[in-house]
């Protein structure tokens, strides 16, 4: 019984292991910050970062909305 129960608890923390270093996570996404120079700039619609631009488009790193263009 208590073999069983040491191979479960191995499992078990080997599982979230590898679940938290999930390396397709919004957390871990790379987004450019835009410079004053660049034409196309995104940011989040919600305002997550403040008037934070990026110069590709992609998701917010805070809340994981989709970035808009500014205008």
């Given at each position: 019984m208590k073999k069983i129960i040491s191979i479960l608890t191995v499992v078990t923390v080997v599982t979230f292991a590898t679940a938290c270093n999930n390396s397709g996570s919004i957390k871990n996404q790379k987004?450019?910050?835009?410079?004053?120079t660049a034409s196309v700039k995104y940011q989040c619609p919600m305002k997550c970062e403040?008037?934070?631009?990026?110069?590709?488009?992609?998701?917010?790193?805070?809340?994981?909305?989709?970035?808009?263009?500014?205008k």
């Open positions: 987004l450019i910050v835009a410079s004053d403040g008037d934070t631009a990026y110069t590709t488009a992609g998701q917010c790193p805070v809340c994981a909305m989709d970035l808009e263009k500014v």
